[in-house]
């Protein structure tokens, strides 16, 4: 069997952490491996981690976050999201919807968390990936906070979708308070 198969169908876990070393595990030590270097942002770590290991490789990850955020008019309650980022396959092994299986376990935990809606940030050429994920793109301006209480309009695409039946993602500009995922 090549080293880019699998024995048994893959599967996303749980991590008890994910390190700079895991990321390079995945994505190599390379400069800029998500490619969003060029937009001179602050991001946050996530708080939880899911990935696919491959032998004793790790070769998967989606991370997990809570975020505080106000859709819409300036009278709109602050409300949460679940923010998902550090979305990264290995680079031999991508095509084979391992990015679909670990951001499913990512929502599917996410589901359990409360908030109405899961939000992202990617690059332009990733949106159709994220939309045939079920993924809607936001066509408004999304304020994220950065380092030294500045707040800069977020340079990337925003990308949502419903943890639950019936969420209804509002209309209006997007506010996160905090640093990005
Ligand atoms: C982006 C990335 C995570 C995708 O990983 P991957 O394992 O190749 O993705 P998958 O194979 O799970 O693809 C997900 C789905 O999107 C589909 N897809 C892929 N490219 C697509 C495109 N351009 N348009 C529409 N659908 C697309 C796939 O067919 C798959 O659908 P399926 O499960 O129904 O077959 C990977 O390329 C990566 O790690 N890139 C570098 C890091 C990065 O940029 N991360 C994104 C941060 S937002």
Redesign the pocket.
């Known amino acids: 069997m090549s080293e880019n198969q699998f024995s048994a169908a893959p599967t996303a876990i749980r991590l008890p952490g994910y390190t700079k070393a895991d990321q390079q595990e995945i ?1 190599g030590t390379g400069d800029d ?3 969003v270097d060029g937009a001179g942002l602050t991001w946050l770590p996530k708080d939880e981690h899911f990935g696919i290991r491959h032998g004793d490789r790790l070769v ?1 990850h989606a991370g997990l976050l809570r975020l505080p955020v106000a859709i819409g008019n300036a009278e709109t309650a602050e409300t949460e999201v679940m923010g998902v ?1 550090g ?3 290995a680079p031999d ?9 670990v951001i499913t376990a990512a929502l599917d935990h996410a589901r359990t968390m409360g908030p109405q809606h899961a939000l ?4 332009p050429p ?1 949106v ?2 994220y ?3 079920g993924w809607h793109p936001l066509d408004t301006d999304v304020l994220v906070e950065q380092p030294e209480s500045r707040v800069v309009t977020m340079p990337l695409r925003t990308m949502v979708t419903p943890l639950h039946d019936n969420a209804h993602w509002p209309s209006g500009s997007v506010r996160l308070f905090s640093l990005p995922m």
């Open positions: 994505l491996p998500f490619g998967a980022g979305v990264a396959v092994l991508r095509g084979q919807g391992l990015a679909r299986l992202l940030f990617c690059r990733l159709p990936l939309q045939h994920l």
